[in-house]
């Protein structure tokens, strides 16, 4: 059975979409079969693949709604290996319209337990907000991954978050880990970038990947361009830094779930 993992974090301009974009798309350069479910109303994983608005027409909103089934919104072999399930602004409507809903937050778990099966990974790009969009998204997920920012606010909104996984951990989903943090913007000629990894590192150790994600100009040109770091520029630090955090993500998975 695939793992779904859940991206987040409460503070916005963190990586947090950028992650979630070329974690997948170095997991399925690695022959993982990939899943990215686009869950924030912004759309910018989907448009991260170059997929405008005017593509489709089934949405993670129309899933939700049961205006689609799950299977028709997805977007087969977005790249190799990797389908994409995209989102639009319709996705904001949901904090609303499911506010009075039993069960509003189970929603997303039970529409993925029709297609766990066929994937190694179900990525889930969460949005930089509190609310029943990113609850859905960690009660459906075996683990969370957190990305941070190695600038002076890095902890800036950390605690909400894990306050929040153990919300859900309590009342929605008992089995929720933190798979890891992932340091993102690091460069290494700065003392702040390091100053912050060790802060970190302080307070989380065991958690924490090891891989850096650098500060890098073809990592930040990558979205405009539609395309992940992979095949916007494969010989970038870019590129090599989330081939070993996906090498990462896989071998510690194995130690957490056999």
Do not use: W
């Amino acid at each position: 059975m695939g793992r779904i993992i859940a991206i987040t974090n409460q503070k916005g301009g963190v990586g947090k979409t950028t992650t979630a974009i070329n974690l997948a798309a170095t997991l399925a350069e690695a022959n993982q079969r990939v899943l990215l479910v686009d869950f924030d109303p912004q759309g910018n994983a989907t448009s991260g693949f170059g997929i405008g608005r005017e593509d489709v027409n089934n949405t993670i909103y129309r899933v939700l709604t049961g205006e689609c089934e799950i299977e028709e919104a997805i977007l087969m072999d977005v790249i190799e290996n990797m389908d994409l399930i995209p989102a639009d602004m319709n996705l904001a409507a949901v904090e609303v319209e499911f506010a009075d809903q039993d069960n509003k937050n189970l929603i997303l778990k039970s529409l993925l337990s029709d297609c766990i099966e066929k994937y190694d990974y179900i990525l889930i790009d969460c949005p930089p907000s509190l609310g029943t969009i990113t609850v859905n998204a960690l009660s459906a997920a075996s683990s969370v991954i957190i990305p941070i920012q190695c600038e002076y606010y890095a902890l800036e909104g950390l605690n909400q978050v894990l306050n929040t996984i153990s919300i859900v951990k309590q009342g929605l989903n008992p089995d929720l880990v933190i798979e890891g943090i992932v340091l993102t913007m690091y460069d290494g000629r700065n003392k702040l970038s390091q100053q912050v990894v060790e802060t970190v590192k302080q307070y989380f150790d065991g958690n924490i990947y090891e891989t850096l994600i650098p500060r890098n100009v073809r990592l930040a040109e990558a979205p405009s361009h539609g395309l992940p770091i992979t095949q916007y520029d494969s010989s970038s630090s870019g590129a090599d830094s989330y081939r070993k955090l996906a090498a990462e993500v896989m071998s510690k998975g194995d130690a957490i779930y056999g």
